[in-house]
Each structure stands twice: as structure tokens, then as C-alpha cells.
Nanobody, 129 residues
Framework: QVQLVESGGGLVQAGGSLRLSCAAS????????MGWFRQAPGKEREFVAA????????YYVDSVKGRFTFSRDNAKNTVYLQMNSLEPEDTAVYYC??????????????????????WGQGTQVTVSS
């Protein structure tokens, strides 16, 4: 079992930055592909970003490309989502997810929520205009 705990959310003005962290426990996530998703009030959960377990491949939804950066620190069993130039449309609960990729190509990433094995509880990000 992998437990995921997100942190780093909060209230920020438009144009500001936040760095979300997702700390894993229970198992090392060094061979887990990771993802970030978000859900705004009244909307369905949306894919935001993904990273392969090798860390060599990342993928972003178009709306955050060039503003968000996904990284991982396997020594700390933690992944990060650096969010810059935040917009009110980024307001949502952000969730971290993990997928065991040990039997697959280390460069693969996943953009569908159903593909992930473990989820965190989420952290609220609110961007004021």
C-alpha cells in the first residue's frame, strides 16, 4: 500500500505561485509513475500533469503548459508540482496519484485517472482575481 499526502495548497492572488508536494509512505515510489489531477466545484476531475517513474518524461494539460512543472525526488519519496502564473481558473482541489510502473517502460506516463492505483486526499488551491 502507498499512502499519499498532499500539501502546499492555499490562497494566492492571480499571477502568484505555489508549490504542491505529495509525500508518499508505505513503499518507495521510485518505480511509480505519478500524476496530478484537480477538481473544481461543480466540475469533473481533470488531469493536470504526469511524470514517468524514470522522471524523464512529463506531460501537461494544455491549460497549464509553460506554467506548471512536475518533478520528483525519489530520495525523499516526494513529488512536486510547481505552479507559476496562477489564474483563477486554476482554483480546485489538487490530488496526487500513483501508479506502479515497475513492470513497464520507465518512460511511460498516464493521463487517465482510472489507470492510477493510489490517491491522496487532496489540497485546496484558491486563486483570487
Amino acid at each position: 500500500q502507498v499512502q499519499l499526502v498532499e500539501s502546499g495548497g492555499g490562497l494566492v492572488q492571480a499571477g502568484g505561485s505555489l508549490r504542491l508536494s505529495c509525500a508518499a509512505s508505505g513503499r518507495t515510489i521510485s518505480r511509480y509513475a505519478m500524476g496530478w489531477f484537480r477538481q473544481a466545484p461543480g466540475k469533473e476531475r481533470e488531469f493536470v500533469a504526469a511524470i514517468s517513474w524514470s522522471g524523464g518524461s512529463t506531460y501537461y494539460v494544455d491549460s497549464v503548459k509553460g506554467r506548471f512543472t512536475f518533478s520528483r525526488d525519489n530520495a525523499k519519496n516526494t513529488v512536486y508540482l510547481q505552479m507559476n502564473s496562477l489564474e483563477p481558473e486554476d482554483t480546485a482541489v489538487y490530488y496526487c496519484a500513483a501508479k506502479d510502473g515497475s513492470s513497464r517502460d520507465p518512460g511511460l506516463f498516464y493521463i487517465t485517472g482510472d489507470e492510477y492505483d493510489y490517491w491522496g486526499q487532496g489540497t485546496q488551491v484558491t486563486v483570487s482575481s
